[in-house]
């Protein structure tokens, strides 16, 4: 049974607490489906704030968004995470997440988005991913879905706010 948006808008978990708009990259579930569920909280907040003009509120809510989408990236590429992916990748992504800079994440601005280019990924990565496919079946393979974890639409909404706020 899907999740309600009241049950969104709630969420609180080891991580994650969307009412007090706070989030720990290192403490939060890796696992897709939890990425795609923190997403989706996060959406219906942002829709929520945006229908009741609270846009003082909106902005940590947006930031909060676009590090969970460069979060995403860097532990699973050109994924959505809409769909499973291979078990070594989430053992690798767990392995990203410990080794993941937030402060590395910038707040958004209109000049600046989560570009994806499925041919480039950074040697650490790579290397991380031999390893742990050396030990797995040959047959598992690296699942890239080429979509991206934040969308045109998301990049509207950010921008529809900090036109609100004036910047």
Not at 30 to 37: G, H, K, V
Request: charge should be negative; glycine fraction near 4%.
């Amino acid at each position: 049974m899907p999740e309600s948006n009241e049950t969104y808008l709630s969420l609180v978990e080891e991580g994650i607490d969307i009412p007090h708009c706070r989030l720990n990259l290192h403490e939060i579930s890796i696992r897709c489906a939890d990425l795609s569920r923190y997403r989706k909280a996060l959406r219906v907040k942002i829709r929520t704030l945006l229908k009741i003009g609270d846009y003082d509120s909106l902005e940590g809510y947006i930031n909060m968004l676009f590090a969970l989408g460069n979060f995403a990236k860097s532990c699973y590429g050109y994924h959505s995470c809409n769909s499973p992916v291979s078990s070594w990748q989430e053992e690798l992504a767990g392995i990203l997440q410990k080794a993941f800079d937030p402060t590395s994440i910038q707040a958004y601005t209109r000049d600046i988005w989560i570009e994806y280019d499925p041919q480039s990924s950074d040697r650490y990565i790579q290397q991380q991913a031999s390893l742990l496919m050396a030990s797995h079946s040959a047959d598992e393979t690296c699942v890239q879905d080429s979509k991206p974890f934040l969308t045109q639409k998301d990049r509207s909404h950010f921008n529809k706010v900090l036109q609100a706020l004036g910047k």
